[in-house]
């Protein structure tokens, strides 16, 4: 079926498979299946719809409105919601039911919606589990030491970064799993002592590397697998490599931005994979592993059945349009923020941890039941607006809620970005799909002004640092550091000074957002097209647009090359 997306004028195609799983994805109420139409925007625009509501980064001083005491949150304090710390927030000295609210049928779901959402306190940090001295963090769980990462669980003594999975002493990374001591790293697996790399597994000990595999001890290459000693993807003895090292002056800023652009030029040189990835079973998308039978997914692992999933690194099954988790997941359509034992949810945001039946609710989590439109439950069952009611008033006014979101044309779409809590610019829709704050206006979406102030004795714009961190005085340290592009000011901490002296590393001179943003635009994009092989010309789909420069292999002569 081919459609033409109302949002962006692209046309995209809904396939047969798709309107099976959205067949298996259709909630039945009241014994009756409540069939889920085909989608009306792109996977485009239906991901950053969803993205336009997820605030992962975005974080600020305020006070509790519980309380009244200092602390970090994702909304900042010109928000007109009420914002409850997150311990309070679970507490029990409020009750979501308080704010339950009769469905009037004579106005559509989601405006009814977004006044409960104003109404009800919003959660500060989504944060599961206690953190220590981790204050700075965001959507995150089980977290020491760390400061301004967000989207992952496991992690010890890392700084600035965005989704991990069991990381230690790891600092401005995008996707890192099971790494230590990594800098600069962007979907790098089981790495030690790695510094400016990507796409590289298992290895340690190594500079500027790309696509490589077990190897350690290598600068500068592409496509190596079990290597050692090696510079620009030559052989050298162990004298040699460590000659070049002590002559690599790693502190300079200039030197390593230099080799930054040395290294991508050099990279060119070298073929990509169509789909990177390992152990993968009939799927198209990018960054997959240990999958099966899935359609244009991106960053994912374990997801079986799955289309149009991205970022879900720990396992689905059977689900479509999902952003971020997963684990034991099954049967969920049109989410985001999902996951932990979660089976059964439609337009969801921020639900997990053993919810069933849950349809366009929020923040919803522990052992949640049959729920429709509610915000800040745990622990509860057949409620609707955050009302109570038995099994069997459930079932019927669940039914008429869904006849109704057929006619107002809302039932199988996702919340619109509308009522989100956020600007734009303060979500991950600002970083898949930058957008100028004009452009993001005229499309409709809010745009936050609001600034936390920097403290500092004294600002220095980065384009007067000196070059080397061995010249870098300890009283960095209460400077404000203007950003090289972006002019906004931000600063070093002691324990990222230490990193950078401790491991020849040069001071940054943009600011972590910037950093952020730099990372994700050197990631592929979440689109697929239609190209050839470039040795044995077999139709491939592949994230490397058509006017890349890149040379493109299908996997199978991707791997007798590296071979």
Request: net charge negative; hydrophobic share 30%.
């Amino acid at each position: 079926m081919q459609k033409k997306c109302p949002k962006c004028s692209a046309s995209f195609n809904v396939t047969d498979e798709d309107i099976l799983l959205l067949d298996k994805l259709s909630p039945v109420i009241n014994s009756k299946k409540h069939s889920l139409p085909a989608p009306t925007l792109c996977f485009s625009c239906r991901l950053q719809r969803r993205l336009a509501f997820y605030n992962s980064r975005s974080i600020y001083p305020r006070k509790c409105d519980l309380t009244g005491k200092n602390i970090v949150s994702i909304y900042s304090p010109d928000k007109p919601y009420k914002v409850y710390e997150r311990r309070e927030w679970y507490g029990d000295n409020w009750d979501p039911f308080e704010y339950g609210r009769d469905f009037d049928f004579n106005r559509p779901f989601f405006d009814q919606f977004k006044e409960l959402l104003d109404s009800v306190p919003h959660l500060s940090l989504t944060v599961l589990g206690e953190t220590v001295n981790s204050e700075f963090t965001n959507d995150n769980l089980i977290v020491k030491n760390c400061y301004l990462i967000f989207d992952g669980e496991r992690a010890e003594d890392c700084m600035y970064g965005h989704t991990f999975v069991g990381i230690t002493s790891c600092l401005d990374f995008a996707a890192a799993v099971d790494c230590e001591l990594c800098y600069e790293t962007i979907h790098c697996n089981n790495c030690y002592n790695c510094k400016y790399s990507r796409y590289s597994t298992n290895c340690s000990d190594s500079w500027f590397i790309r696509d490589c595999i077990g190897c350690k001890n290598c600068f500068g290459c592409a496509n190596l697998r079990q290597k050692q000693y090696c510079i620009f993807n030559e052989q050298k003895t162990k004298e040699e490599y460590e000659k070049y090292l002590e002559q690599f002056d790693s502190t300079s800023y200039k030197t390593v931005q230099d080799m930054i652009n040395k290294t991508n030029e050099f990279f060119l040189k070298y073929p990509v994979k169509e789909c990177r990835g390992e152990q993968n079973v009939d799927v198209t998308g990018n960054n997959l592993n240990q999958s099966k039978d899935s359609k244009d997914c991106f960053d994912c692992n374990k997801v079986q059945d799955c289309h149009y999933c991205t970022n879900c690194l720990v396992g689905a099954k059977d689900c479509s349009d999902i952003h971020i988790w997963g684990d034991s997941m099954e049967l969920c359509y049109e989410s985001c923020v999902i996951g932990v034992k979660t089976q059964n949810l439609l337009g969801c945001y921020y639900v997990s941890q053993g919810a069933d039946n849950i349809l366009y609710s929020m923040y919803c989590s522990r052992s949640v039941k049959n729920l429709f439109g509610c915000i800040g439950l745990r622990h509860k069952s057949n409620c609707i607006f955050n009302k109570q009611y038995s099994a069997e008033e459930y079932e019927d006014l669940a039914e008429r809620i869904v006849e109704h979101m057929k006619k107002t044309g809302e039932w199988g779409e996702f919340f619109p970005s509308s009522i989100s809590g956020f600007g734009y610019n303060e979500t991950m829709a600002q970083t898949f799909f930058p957008l100028e704050k004009d452009d993001a206006k005229k499309l409709g979406y809010s745009w936050s002004e609001y600034q936390s102030p920097v403290e500092a004795d004294r600002t220095i714009d980065a384009s007067k640092l000196p070059d080397s961190t061995n010249d870098i005085p300890d009283d960095v340290l209460n400077w404000a550091i203007v950003c090289t592009d972006t002019g906004k000011p931000f600063k070093i901490i002691r324990k990222e000074l230490e990193f950078y002296r401790d491991h020849k590393l040069p001071i940054p001179r943009k600011h972590p957002d910037q950093r952020h943003y730099d990372r994700f635009a050197i990631k592929n994009p979440y689109h697929l097209w239609d190209r050839s092989c470039d040795k044995c010309s077999k139709e491939i789909k592949t994230t490397y647009a058509p006017e890349r420069p890149e040379t493109i292999f299908c996997e199978e002569c991707y791997l007798k090359e590296v071979y």
